[in-house]
Nanobody, 125 residues
Framework: QIQPVESGGGSVQTGGSLRLSCSAS????????VGWFYQAPGKEREFLAG????????WRADSAPERFTISRDNTETTVFLQMNSLQPEDTGVYFC??????????????????WGQGTQVTVSS
C-alpha cells in the first residue's frame, strides 16, 4: 500500500506561491496514478490534476487554475503541485491521492484508494 503524505502548505499573501509535495512515505509511486484534490471550506473535494507513473502523462481539470502545475521527481517518490499567483479563493485543504492500476486519467475521488491527510493553504488579501 501507498501512504501519500502532503507537505508544503502554509499561509501566504495574495500573489504568493507555494509548492506542495506529495511523498510516497518510504515507498515509491511506481505503477500508480497520483492526483491532487482541493477542498474549500464547506464544499466538496475537487480534482485538480493527475499524473500517471506508467504512461508519464498528466491531465488537469478544466476548472483547475492555469496557475497550478503538476510535476514529479525522477525517483518515483514525489509529486509536486506548484501554485503561483495565489488568490484568497485558493484557500482550503489540498489532498494528494494515489491509485494502482493501468487506467488513466482518473478524476473522481472514488477512483483513488489511498489518501494523504491534507495540507492547509491559506491565502490572505
Amino acid at each position: 500500500q501507498i501512504q501519500p503524505v502532503e507537505s508544503g502548505g502554509g499561509s501566504v499573501q495574495t500573489g504568493g506561491s507555494l509548492r506542495l509535495s506529495c511523498s510516497a512515505s518510504g515507498r515509491t509511486f511506481s505503477g500508480s496514478v497520483v492526483g491532487w484534490f482541493y477542498q474549500a471550506p464547506g464544499k466538496e473535494r475537487e480534482f485538480l490534476a493527475g499524473f500517471s507513473w506508467v504512461s508519464g502523462l498528466t491531465w488537469r481539470a478544466d476548472s483547475a487554475p492555469e496557475r497550478f502545475t503538476i510535476s514529479r521527481d525522477n525517483t518515483e517518490t514525489t509529486v509536486f503541485l506548484q501554485m503561483n499567483s495565489l488568490q484568497p479563493e485558493d484557500t482550503g485543504v489540498y489532498f494528494c491521492a494515489a491509485s494502482y492500476g493501468l487506467q488513466w486519467p482518473k478524476v473522481q475521488a472514488h477512483e483513488y484508494e489511498f489518501w494523504g491527510q491534507g495540507t492547509q493553504v491559506t491565502v490572505s488579501s
